[in-house]
T-cell receptor, first 110, second 112 residues
Framework: GQQVMQIPQYQHVQEGEDFTTYCNSSTTLSNIQWYKQRPGGHPVFLIQLVKSGEVKKQKRLTFQFGEAKKNSSLHITATQTTDVGTYFCAELNYGQNFVFGPGTRLSVLP | SQTIHQWPATLVQPVGSPLSLECTVEGTSNPNLYWYRQAAGRGLQLLFYSVGIGQISSEVPQNLSASRPQDRQFILSSKKLLLSDSGFYLC???????????FGSGTQLSVL
Protein backbone atom coordinates (compact mmCIF):
# COMPACT_ATOMS: atom_id res chain seq x y z
CA GLY A 1 0.00 0.00 0.00
CA GLN A 2 0.90 3.65 -0.03
CA GLN A 3 3.43 4.95 2.47
CA VAL A 4 3.55 8.39 3.97
CA MET A 5 6.77 9.82 5.32
CA GLN A 6 6.81 12.62 7.83
CA ILE A 7 9.72 14.69 9.11
CA PRO A 8 10.96 15.52 11.58
CA GLN A 9 10.00 12.81 14.05
CA TYR A 10 10.49 15.17 16.99
CA GLN A 11 10.81 18.92 17.30
CA HIS A 12 11.59 20.91 20.40
CA VAL A 13 11.08 24.66 20.14
CA GLN A 14 11.11 27.61 22.46
CA GLU A 15 7.74 29.28 22.86
CA GLY A 16 7.43 31.97 20.22
CA GLU A 17 9.55 30.15 17.65
CA ASP A 18 8.11 28.84 14.41
CA PHE A 19 7.59 25.14 13.62
CA THR A 20 7.19 23.22 10.39
CA THR A 21 6.44 19.56 9.71
CA TYR A 22 6.64 17.97 6.29
CA CYS A 23 4.72 15.11 4.77
CA ASN A 24 5.99 13.29 1.69
CA SER A 25 4.47 10.54 -0.41
CA SER A 26 5.91 8.28 -3.08
CA THR A 27 2.75 8.66 -5.14
CA THR A 28 0.52 11.50 -6.28
CA LEU A 29 -2.10 12.23 -3.66
CA SER A 30 -5.76 12.85 -4.33
CA ASN A 31 -6.06 14.70 -1.05
CA ILE A 32 -4.35 15.02 2.28
CA GLN A 33 -5.59 15.65 5.78
CA TRP A 34 -3.85 16.94 8.90
CA TYR A 35 -4.68 15.94 12.46
CA LYS A 36 -3.45 16.98 15.90
CA GLN A 37 -3.24 14.64 18.86
CA ARG A 38 -2.66 16.13 22.29
CA PRO A 39 -0.76 13.97 24.80
CA GLY A 40 -3.11 11.31 26.12
CA GLY A 41 -5.83 12.35 23.67
CA HIS A 42 -7.20 11.26 20.35
CA PRO A 43 -6.48 12.73 16.90
CA VAL A 44 -8.56 15.76 15.95
CA PHE A 45 -9.04 16.84 12.37
CA LEU A 46 -7.43 20.14 11.39
CA ILE A 47 -7.70 20.56 7.62
CA GLN A 48 -8.07 18.85 4.27
CA LEU A 49 -6.20 19.88 1.11
CA VAL A 50 -7.28 18.72 -2.33
CA LYS A 51 -5.94 21.15 -4.94
CA SER A 52 -2.43 21.36 -6.31
CA GLY A 53 -0.55 24.24 -4.69
CA GLU A 54 -3.37 24.88 -2.24
CA VAL A 55 -2.63 27.00 0.82
CA LYS A 56 -4.99 27.26 3.77
CA LYS A 57 -4.61 29.19 7.00
CA GLN A 58 -6.10 28.72 10.43
CA LYS A 59 -4.94 31.54 12.69
CA ARG A 60 -1.24 30.76 13.28
CA LEU A 61 -1.33 27.52 11.26
CA THR A 62 -0.56 27.47 7.53
CA PHE A 63 -1.13 24.32 5.49
CA GLN A 64 0.28 23.81 2.01
CA PHE A 65 -0.18 21.17 -0.67
CA GLY A 66 2.67 20.77 -3.15
CA GLU A 67 2.29 21.61 -6.82
CA ALA A 68 2.89 17.99 -7.77
CA LYS A 69 0.55 16.81 -4.99
CA LYS A 70 3.27 14.59 -3.53
CA ASN A 71 4.03 16.59 -0.41
CA SER A 72 2.43 18.83 2.15
CA SER A 73 3.52 20.99 5.05
CA LEU A 74 2.13 22.44 8.23
CA HIS A 75 3.71 25.62 9.57
CA ILE A 76 2.96 27.14 12.96
CA THR A 77 3.96 30.73 13.54
CA ALA A 78 5.00 31.82 17.02
CA THR A 79 4.33 28.56 18.80
CA GLN A 80 2.47 28.50 22.11
CA THR A 81 2.37 25.82 24.80
CA THR A 82 -1.12 24.91 23.59
CA ASP A 83 0.45 23.74 20.32
CA VAL A 84 2.10 20.79 22.08
CA GLY A 85 1.14 17.45 20.61
CA THR A 86 1.72 15.15 17.67
CA TYR A 87 0.79 16.31 14.19
CA PHE A 88 -0.17 13.66 11.65
CA CYS A 89 -0.75 13.87 7.96
CA ALA A 90 -3.02 11.30 6.35
CA GLU A 91 -3.45 10.40 2.71
CA LEU A 92 -6.33 8.68 1.00
CA ASN A 93 -5.29 5.13 0.18
CA TYR A 94 -6.60 4.12 -3.25
CA GLY A 95 -9.82 5.95 -2.49
CA GLN A 96 -10.74 3.53 0.28
CA ASN A 97 -9.38 4.77 3.60
CA PHE A 98 -6.79 7.05 5.12
CA VAL A 99 -3.19 6.03 5.78
CA PHE A 100 -1.48 8.06 8.48
CA GLY A 101 2.09 9.23 8.58
CA PRO A 102 4.21 8.46 11.66
CA GLY A 103 3.64 11.95 13.04
CA THR A 104 5.80 14.79 14.30
CA ARG A 105 5.86 15.27 18.04
CA LEU A 106 6.12 18.93 18.99
CA SER A 107 7.37 20.09 22.37
CA VAL A 108 7.17 23.77 23.26
CA LEU A 109 9.35 25.04 26.05
CA PRO A 110 7.92 28.03 27.95
CA SER B 1 -25.06 16.36 16.71
CA GLN B 2 -22.95 13.30 16.12
CA THR B 3 -21.03 11.60 18.88
CA ILE B 4 -18.82 8.54 19.07
CA HIS B 5 -18.54 6.41 22.16
CA GLN B 6 -15.75 3.98 22.81
CA TRP B 7 -15.23 1.82 25.86
CA PRO B 8 -13.57 0.87 28.06
CA ALA B 9 -11.03 3.67 28.41
CA THR B 10 -8.37 1.37 29.84
CA LEU B 11 -8.05 -2.38 29.94
CA VAL B 12 -5.47 -4.74 31.39
CA GLN B 13 -5.71 -8.30 30.14
CA PRO B 14 -3.55 -11.40 30.55
CA VAL B 15 -1.97 -13.08 27.55
CA GLY B 16 -4.32 -15.62 26.04
CA SER B 17 -7.50 -13.97 27.28
CA PRO B 18 -10.28 -12.82 24.93
CA LEU B 19 -10.96 -9.21 23.97
CA SER B 20 -14.02 -7.22 23.05
CA LEU B 21 -13.92 -3.47 22.44
CA GLU B 22 -17.07 -1.69 21.46
CA CYS B 23 -17.67 1.52 19.56
CA THR B 24 -20.98 3.19 18.79
CA VAL B 25 -21.84 6.30 16.83
CA GLU B 26 -24.90 8.42 17.51
CA GLY B 27 -26.61 11.06 15.46
CA THR B 28 -25.90 9.74 11.98
CA SER B 29 -26.78 6.78 9.81
CA ASN B 30 -24.68 4.49 7.62
CA PRO B 31 -21.31 5.85 8.75
CA ASN B 32 -18.01 4.38 7.61
CA LEU B 33 -16.38 2.87 10.67
CA TYR B 34 -12.69 2.24 11.40
CA TRP B 35 -10.45 0.62 13.99
CA TYR B 36 -6.93 2.00 14.31
CA ARG B 37 -4.14 0.93 16.65
CA GLN B 38 -1.40 3.19 17.92
CA ALA B 39 1.72 1.81 19.58
CA ALA B 40 3.31 4.03 22.23
CA GLY B 41 4.76 7.13 20.60
CA ARG B 42 4.00 5.86 17.12
CA GLY B 43 1.62 6.51 14.26
CA LEU B 44 -1.83 5.09 13.58
CA GLN B 45 -2.17 1.70 11.95
CA LEU B 46 -5.47 0.92 10.26
CA LEU B 47 -6.77 -2.47 11.36
CA PHE B 48 -10.29 -2.73 9.95
CA TYR B 49 -12.86 -0.59 8.22
CA SER B 50 -16.50 -1.05 7.34
CA VAL B 51 -18.75 0.74 4.86
CA GLY B 52 -21.91 -1.06 5.94
CA ILE B 53 -23.49 -3.69 8.18
CA GLY B 54 -21.67 -6.99 7.91
CA GLN B 55 -19.04 -5.52 5.55
CA ILE B 56 -15.56 -5.68 7.06
CA SER B 57 -12.25 -5.06 5.34
CA SER B 58 -9.05 -6.11 7.05
CA GLU B 59 -5.84 -4.20 6.47
CA VAL B 60 -3.45 -6.19 8.64
CA PRO B 61 -3.61 -9.98 9.10
CA GLN B 62 -3.42 -10.81 12.79
CA ASN B 63 -5.33 -12.46 15.59
CA LEU B 64 -7.88 -9.64 15.78
CA SER B 65 -11.28 -9.55 14.12
CA ALA B 66 -14.00 -6.97 13.72
CA SER B 67 -17.75 -7.12 13.37
CA ARG B 68 -20.50 -4.66 12.61
CA PRO B 69 -23.73 -6.19 13.91
CA GLN B 70 -25.66 -2.92 13.67
CA ASP B 71 -25.38 0.17 11.51
CA ARG B 72 -23.67 2.30 14.15
CA GLN B 73 -21.89 -0.38 16.17
CA PHE B 74 -18.37 -1.61 15.53
CA ILE B 75 -16.71 -4.30 17.65
CA LEU B 76 -13.08 -5.34 17.82
CA SER B 77 -12.41 -8.83 19.14
CA SER B 78 -9.77 -11.39 19.80
CA LYS B 79 -10.03 -14.97 21.00
CA LYS B 80 -6.54 -15.00 22.51
CA LEU B 81 -4.54 -11.85 23.15
CA LEU B 82 -0.81 -11.63 22.50
CA LEU B 83 1.69 -9.34 24.18
CA SER B 84 2.07 -7.54 20.87
CA ASP B 85 -1.62 -6.58 20.95
CA SER B 86 -0.90 -3.94 23.57
CA GLY B 87 -1.54 -0.42 22.37
CA PHE B 88 -3.99 2.43 22.08
CA TYR B 89 -7.05 1.41 20.07
CA LEU B 90 -9.04 4.11 18.37
CA CYS B 91 -12.42 3.86 16.74
CA UNK B 92 -13.31 6.44 14.10
CA UNK B 93 -16.07 7.27 11.65
CA UNK B 94 -16.76 9.49 8.68
CA UNK B 95 -19.60 10.26 6.29
CA UNK B 96 -17.69 9.12 3.21
CA UNK B 97 -14.28 7.55 2.65
CA UNK B 98 -12.72 10.85 1.54
CA UNK B 99 -14.14 12.91 4.39
CA UNK B 100 -12.56 13.84 7.70
CA UNK B 101 -12.41 11.27 10.44
CA UNK B 102 -13.97 11.69 13.87
CA PHE B 103 -12.16 9.67 16.51
CA GLY B 104 -13.37 8.18 19.76
CA SER B 105 -11.46 8.77 22.97
CA GLY B 106 -9.61 5.47 22.63
CA THR B 107 -8.93 2.36 24.71
CA GLN B 108 -5.51 1.84 26.24
CA LEU B 109 -4.96 -1.92 26.20
CA SER B 110 -2.16 -3.52 28.18
CA VAL B 111 -1.58 -7.22 27.68
CA LEU B 112 0.52 -8.73 30.46
Amino acid sequence: GQQVMQIPQYQHVQEGEDFTTYCNSSTTLSNIQWYKQRPGGHPVFLIQLVKSGEVKKQKRLTFQFGEAKKNSSLHITATQTTDVGTYFCAELNYGQNFVFGPGTRLSVLP
Amino acid sequence: SQTIHQWPATLVQPVGSPLSLECTVEGTSNPNLYWYRQAAGRGLQLLFYSVGIGQISSEVPQNLSASRPQDRQFILSSKKLLLSDSGFYLCAWNYAVSEKLFFGSGTQLSVL
